[in-house]
T-cell receptor
Framework: QQQVKQSPQSLIVQKGGISIINCAYENTAFDYFPWYQQFPGKGPALLIAIRPDVSEKKEGRFTISFNKSAKQFSLHIMDSQPGDSATYFCAASKASNTGKLIFGQGTTLQVKP | ETGVTQSPTHLIKTRGQQVTLRCSSQSGHNTVSWYQQALGQGPQFIFQYYREEENGRGNFPPRFSGLQFPNYSSELNVNALELDDSALYLC?????????????FGPGTRLTVL
């Protein structure tokens, strides 16, 4: 059962462009939505996270947009850089499930110089 | 501050064997979660340990078991290995077991079952 669906599977962006990755979730009980970045040979690292009481959160070049009614959230990477080339995962969890993160399938981002 | 460490880095086993993977949590963290990441997929939650007790389990059979020690390090044991168990096994630690705490992931153990 895929509770968090992520798209696209892969993305190629030119340096300086905007990268957009989308996720949709099914369970309305989810109340924590983090995005993780994973480089080859490394574990995932938290980029940015949002809770459903806000519609947008920005940290540097990274912004999460959240649409509670549509059960969708997205990651925007502004001014994309070659160093941003990695696999990005969205995830969701609910407070009653004590830290169990449900991950999307991942998006491989390539930023061309 | 030392991050999450895992050992071994890589492991090759044959079907039917048993394996133990190890994780040292980040200093000051009392909660450890284990995830399985198949190639090209997102991590899947196996279980979580909080203060040496299992505190939540994903959809994995009982042959996946774990332990947490008084120093909060943890082991993942898998019995009767199957080919589909081939994956990257990730350990994540957090200061507490609430969802708002960031989970810090280790580099993982790559398990290959032949």
């Amino acid at each position: 059962q895929q509770q968090v669906k992520q798209s696209p599977q892969s993305l190629i962006v030119q340096k300086g462009g905007i990268s957009i990755i989308n996720c949709a979730y099914e369970n309305t009980a989810f109340d924590y939505f983090p995005w993780y970045q994973q480089f080859p040979g490394k574990g995932p690292a938290l980029l940015i996270a949002i809770r459903p009481d806000v519609s947008e959160k920005k940290e540097g070049r990274f912004t999460i947009s959240f649409n509670k009614s549509a059960k969708q959230f997205s990651l925007h990477i502004m001014d994309s850089q070659p160093g941003d080339s990695a696999t990005y995962f969205c995830a969701a969890s609910k407070a009653s499930n004590t830290g169990k993160l449900i991950f999307g399938q991942g998006t491989t981002l390539q930023v061309k110089p | 501050e030392t991050g999450v460490t895992q050992s071994p880095t890589h492991l090759i086993k044959t079907r039917g064997q048993q394996v133990t993977l190890r994780c040292s949590s980040q200093s000051g963290h009392n909660t450890v979660s284990w995830y399985q990441q198949a190639l090209g997929q997102g991590p899947q939650f196996i279980f979580q340990y909080y203060r040496e007790e299992e505190n939540g389990r994903g959809n994995f059979p009982p042959r996946f078991s774990g332990l947490q020690f008084p120093n909060y390090s943890s082991e993942l044991n898998v019995n009767a290995l199957e080919l589909d168990d081939s994956a990257l096994y990730l350990c994540a630690s957090s200061p507490e077991h609430t969802t708002t705490d960031t989970q810090y992931f280790g580099p993982g153990t790559r398990l290959t079952v032949l």
